[in-house]
């Protein structure tokens, strides 16, 4: 007994001695001087909460990789705070030929490169080209139907298609409408190491999973308007990390805070929280004809949830909407059941009229398990992560499934062997995101119409593939929402994808700042923001 | 001596070789299509092939292998999907988790061969008991717990310490210490636990030796006893010990960088493992296998150059 | 009992041999200790879905994040799940992953290190080269990167954890059968012409037998540890499984709002492994009285 004791003793000493070692070090912590305010000059550093990938257009594929390229590769389009689009490097909005197979760009003059070289239609033809031709390029898909391009003079770049394209003003919106600079394509090295575009501010340097570095350029036009001195892209993937270096001062602007911070942050007097609901949705692709392989011929698989209408209409009135959101995400995110994001403007025409249910209905679901004259039902899911908030909504799901007699096994998996069995088609039921495009073409076309090339359900309806081929081809707003809402009546009937909510993303901003702008796509846009005096 | 070493360097070469082909074939027997990873929300069967082409995945694994075998011969470990140079990101993190694992087999040491020493010297005393129990209760509990525990301590309630993050020494050495502190603690406190059991049964036998015998019958005093002549030779064991530790310490640290959030090696591991990143996943194995076989061949030379029995015997097992 | 015992120690020097051996354990209270802690664990395992109050997924919206109440021994988790149950069944998993892994482990490490120890000459070059190889590898590593190859699960976790552990008792096997194969009843053996399986079987194992054990007592909790590293990396138990380290990697986003999450899976983990260190070292000095603790 006594020797317990004294072991408690020793323990405890230890502890003690530890406590001191720490307690000298927080007292020294407190001697740190705090930033001085300037109007123009200083650095922004933002939080990035994964780390971008190649910083080459050409091939970047990441969310956050978007963001970085906002502050130094401007595009021949951009979007307003209402998401409409606008010329940037562009003169005006194109303009497009009778048969919809020639859209005509007027360029923006006196624009320069910031490595000094100049900004013109060449420069875009050898961009496009490059993003057509290039081995392994990412947006050769987004503009496919491009298949020429023309300089005739040095503000006139003109686009050639093989088909009506609608989504294409939206596309060069987007990535594959920056420009790179021809100069530093030629120069033989890594575009990604070193990328040259038009913008407010240069790369400068990169340590790969720590931080990407840009400064104030000296060639844009627009650098008047350019206050901060260099914006440093801070990699931290850990949230709780990410949180607390904004409230120490460590960065100034926090991405995506995670849902267990928010109301903290929100009680602090330093931080503005902005939010944006995001374009993106989260929802679960059923498996209802993918038996062979993407883009393989589809023929109804052997699931109960394939078998069965009833069933699928079922397993959707089992999900509480409102509980996911209350438990998995602290209530802080937009359930719905639509691909559109409430923030577009396609979002009311096309789900004019539809039902959600934003709450379970249990005795419906039990009386249509029953009326599919499926015994004992049940459904593998697999879930694209295997991180513990996946884990958490695979877990909710199957406890309401469970609630009206569906059996729900949950599979965690890791997210590019989850796209591999997805693209198999050996899965039942699939929990994956979609970041979401500004054209309502981007989240539907390809998951629902039988030769997209994300339709991963294997869903193949004839009457939907002539609507979303028409509306491709329509270019006035007003026959595209007719044809999205005829679209919407389908997928909500027949329900290859069940759409569980809209994520919804909380910045952090020191008020130090000021001109840090969220939009509905979810990108930081810091490029012309400052330290207020 | 140098046919010795020779025989060493050799067998290390080979190990080096096949490591670099267990390596090869192990990441890309991982689930998961690398060009899925590259092509992203991109999925479209020829976009996929193109990228497999540009990467050169389509080509049969003995030339995938040949190819980055003779440029990783040169040095150059290839780009990883952020089109990064490997060698310049393992480069820059490899240091982090230098400094992590030396904080740690500081606090290691410390602790382990002065909790063992006086163990020894106290047989069966109280203190002996405590440091018994304390090295036991230190292999028992899980460290990765050990760290949630500090951060809810240290870092939710009593606000001392940053639960996690990192920030190097040049940019500011006071804060990185205060982010290193409670990691060291956790992977060191793991080695003390081993080193002072170590140390305390290598004290045992070298106090009953003979010569410790000689030097107490010639009077000297028991604290030059224990210093000079037992301490003295239970550190070749100990040295040892640190040496064998090292997959552990590397191990240890694999798990410390990715609850405190440190960008070390550790995480870099699991980052390519996540992204399916092959050319990286690859540099780092490969680096991660190289520098333990050096280590351990720099073990065997020092420990033969201490001990010249070992070069005789020219066992295996150091 | 003991009438019984006595009776067949006079006729049998094994069991009296065994006899002496369990007094000397019974007068090391610290084992005895372990050993009844790790038969608790054992029991808590296999009597899971009869002792525990909740099925281990059995969610409640309603109370989430709940504190210990006469419902809840030990409150609830973020989806409203008992915290105790969870536990008890989390048992399961690492039992199952030390005591398995460890199987495998001798399975694969003792039939190598014997042939190697044995036979010596190239045979025992090559395995040396081989298990240097494995070794060059540190142990995590390995086990992440075998249980991302086979995919994440228990079983995989087990496979990988006791593949892992392989190349250490390899060299543990190897060096005794090497020790083993100079001792004068060996040789003997040899001049008589009995067959090297003869031999290996009747003399070598036998002999080692004691040291083996040891190193299992040492491998379980090691592997009990390793099977909470790889289900809180994610590479491990799949939720909703239950297992310790699964808790505590969930429990790592709540470490603010409620802390207790993450300290009683790894008070368990602790429990768990230290019993079965403290039978080891108990084991160890009834059985091998060349080390010294």
């Known amino acids: 007994m006594r020797g317990s004791f004294k072991r408690f003793a020793f323990l405890a000493l230890g502890l003690v001695l530890v406590g001191a070692l720490t307690a000298a070090v927080a007292a020294a912590r407190g001697t740190k001087s705090s930033a001085s305010k300037i109007r123009n000059g200083g650095t922004l550093t933002i939080g990035l909460a994964e780390e971008p990938d190649a910083l080459d257009p050409t091939i970047a594929r990441t969310f956050v990789g978007r963001i970085v390229f906002l502050a130094m590769c401007e595009k021949l389009y951009d979007l307003d705070s209402h998401l409409n689009i606008v010329p940037q490097l562009a003169a005006a909005l194109p303009q497009v030929s009778k048969d919809k197979l020639t859209y005509t760009i007027k360029l923006r003059k006196g624009i320069k490169f910031n490595d000094g070289t100049p900004f013109n239609a060449a420069a875009v033809k050898t961009t496009i080209d490059r993003y057509l031709t290039f081995k392994g390029s990412v947006r050769k898909s987004e503009i496919s139907p491009i298949s020429s391009v023309d300089a005739p003079n040095a503000t006139t770049a003109v686009l050639h298609l093989s088909a009506p394209y609608s989504p294409l003003t939206a596309q060069l919106a987007d990535r594959a409408g920056m420009i790179l600079s021809p100069k530093a394509l030629a120069s033989g090295g890594s575009f990604a190491q070193n990328p040259v575009c038009v913008g407010p501010f240069s790369f400068k340097d990169r340590v790969a999973g720590d931080h990407i570095t840009v400064v104030k350029s000296p060639f844009y036009y627009g650098k008047a308007k350019v206050h901060l001195a260099s914006i440093v892209y801070r990699i931290m993937t850990d949230p709780s990390s990410r949180t607390q270096a904004l409230r120490a001062g460590d960065i100034q602007v926090e991405d995506r805070i995670q849902s267990t911070d928010v109301p903290t942050l929100q009680k602090d007097k330093s931080v503005t929280v902005s939010k944006a609901i995001t374009i993106g949705y989260q929802g679960l692709t059923l498996n209802l004809g993918n038996k062979n392989g993407l883009l393989k011929p589809y023929s109804t698989v052997d699931t109960d949830l394939a078998r069965s209408q009833f069933l699928r209409t079922a397993f959707d009135l089992a999900l509480d909407r409102t509980t996911i959101n209350k438990v998995v995400f602290g209530g802080l995110n937009q359930p719905d059941c639509f691909p559109i994001a409430p923030v577009s403007p396609w979002y009311k025409p096309s789900t004019k009229g539809l039902k959600c249910n934003l709450h379970a209905n249990v005795d419906l679901a039990k009386k249509l398990v029953k009326a599919s004259g499926i015994s004992s039902p049940s459904v593998n899911l697999m879930l694209g992560g295997t991180d513990p908030v996946t884990a958490r909504l695979g877990q909710v799901i199957q406890s309401m499934e469970a609630a009206v007699g569906i059996k729900v096994s949950v599979t965690p998996t890791q997210f590019t062997t989850a796209l591999n069995r997805a693209d198999a088609g050996t899965f039942d039921a699939f929990a994956i995101g979609w970041s979401g495009r500004v054209d309502p073409d981007g989240n539907i076309y390809g998951f629902v119409s039988t030769k997209g090339t994300l339709n991963d359900s294997g869903f193949t309806n004839a009457k939907l593939d002539y609507i979303l081929n028409g509306a491709r081809k329509s270019l006035t707003t007003k026959s595209r929402n007719t044809l999205y809402h005829a679209a919407m009546q389908i997928i909500h009937a027949q329900r290859p994808l069940i759409y569980l909510y809209h994520p919804v993303n909380y910045y952090g901003i020191t008020k130090k700042v000021t001109g840090v702008q969220i939009f509905g796509d979810g990108l930081i846009r810091a490029q012309f923001a400052g330290y207020a005096s | 001596m140098g046919g010795f070493l020779l025989r060493k360097a050799g067998a290390a070469l080979v190990v080096v070789f096949l490591s670099s082909v267990v390596v090869f074939i192990g990441v890309r027997a991982l689930p998961g299509d690398p060009a899925l990873a590259l092509g992203a929300e991109n999925r479209d069967p020829a976009v996929l092939a193109a990228i497999r082409q540009a990467y050169g995945l389509d080509q049969p694994l003995p030339v995938q292998y040949v190819k980055w075998a003779s440029r990783a011969l040169r040095g150059d470990l290839g780009l990883d999907a952020r089109q990064l140079p490997v060698g310049h990101t393992i480069i820059t993190r490899i240091p982090i988790t230098l400094e992590l694992a030396l904080l740690a087999v500081l606090i290691g040491v410390v602790i382990g061969i002065l909790a ?203 | 009992m003991s009438f019984v015992d ?288």
């Open chain 3, 6 to 293: 006595t009776s067949v120690a006079a006729i049998n020097p094994r069991a009296r041999r065994r006899r002496i051996l369990r007094r000397r354990f019974m007068r090391r209270p610290l084992a005895v200790a372990g050993f009844l802690v790790a038969i608790a664990f054992v029991l808590a395992a296999i009597l899971a879905p009869v002792i525990a109050p909740y099925s281990a997924g059995a969610t409640d919206f309603n109370a989430l994040l709940a504190h210990s109440s006469r419902h809840h021994l030990l409150g609830t988790d973020e989806l409203g799940r008992d915290v105790f149950s969870r536990i008890l069944w989390g048992a399961r998993a690492s039992i199952e992953a030390g005591v398995l892994a460890t199987l495998l482990a001798m399975a694969v490490a003792v039939p190598i290190g014997i042939v190697a120890g044995y036979y010596r000459g190239w045979v025992d070059a090559a395995i040396a080269r081989l298990t240097d190889v494995l070794l060059a590898f540190p142990f995590l590593i390995v086990a992440v990167g075998l249980a991302a190859i086979l995919g994440p699960s228990l079983t995989n976790a087990t496979i990988a954890l006791g593949i892992g552990a392989a190349p250490a008792l390899i060299r543990i096997a190897r060096g005794e059968a090497l020790a083993l194969r100079e001792e004068d009843y060996v040789r003997a053996a040899v001049a008589n012409g009995a067959s090297d399986l003869r031999i290996i079987a009747r003399h070598v194992l036998p002999n080692m037998l004691s040291t083996l054990i040891v190193q299992a007592t040492v491998a379980i909790p090691a592997a009990i540890i390793g099977e909470a590293v790889l289900s809180f990396l994610g590479l491990g138990v799949q939720p909703p499984t239950p297992s310790w380290g699964v808790m505590l990697s969930d429990a790592q986003s709540y470490l603010a709002q409620a802390p207790r999450l993450a300290i009683y899976p790894g008070i368990a983990i602790f429990l768990c492994s230290l019993s079965f260190n403290l039978l080891g070292d108990g084991l160890r000095d009834i059985l091998d009285p060349r080390t010294t603790r």
């Open chain 2, 116 to 318: 063992g020493v006086i163990a020894a010297v106290r047989r069966g005393k109280l203190s002996d008991h405590a440091a018994t129990t304390s090295a036991l209760v230190g292999l028992s509990v899980p460290h990765f717990w050990l760290g949630l525990m500090m951060i809810i301590v240290f870092a939710v309630d009593l606000r001392w310490l940053p639960a996690s993050g990192y920030v190097s020494f040049h940019e500011h050495p006071l804060s990185n210490l205060e982010h290193l502190l409670m990691p060291a603690l956790v992977l060191g406190t793991g080695l003390s636990a081993v080193l002072m059991r170590q140390t305390r049964s290598a004290m045992l036998s070298s106090l009953t030796a003979d010569y410790v015998r000689t030097a107490r019958a010639k009077g000297l005093s028991e604290r030059s006893v224990i210093a000079k002549h037992a301490l003295r030779n239970s550190l070749i064991t100990v040295t040892t010990v640190v040496g064998l530790q090292l997959g552990a310490l590397i191990s240890g640290a694999v798990i410390t960088e990715q609850i405190f959030v440190i960008p070390g090696f550790g995480r870099l591991t699991l980052e390519a493992v996540n992204e399916r990143d092959y050319t990286l996943l690859q540099g780092v194995v490969l680096v991660a296998a190289t520098g333990y076989v050096v280590v351990n061949l720099l073990v065997d030379v020092v420990y033969s150059l201490l001990n010249p029995r070992i070069r005789v015997s020219g066992s295996n097992t150091p």
